[in-house]
């Protein structure tokens, strides 16, 4: 299902530090121990940019659609 917003992961920025799925308060990034954390419930996204906020990578952007 697609949701309001679309949200990107740089895979060569990111570092896999769990913290944008950590802060996620919908749970919409999901991601196992050492890869690359998978929007695995776009339809979730409420559009905060926490994950995007507070990755030290800048590897996420969120945008509306």
Do not use: T, Y
Not at 10 to 37: R, T
Request: charged letters at 25%.
């Amino acid at each position: 299902m697609e949701g309001k917003f679309d949200i990107k992961i740089n895979a060569k920025f990111c570092k896999q530090c769990g913290i944008c799925s950590a802060l996620c308060p919908k749970q919409v990034l999901e991601q196992e121990v050492g890869k690359v954390p998978v929007v695995a419930h776009p339809e979730n996204c409420i559009g905060c940019k926490l994950c995007a906020m507070r990755c030290p990578d800048f590897a996420i952007d969120v945008e509306g659609k």
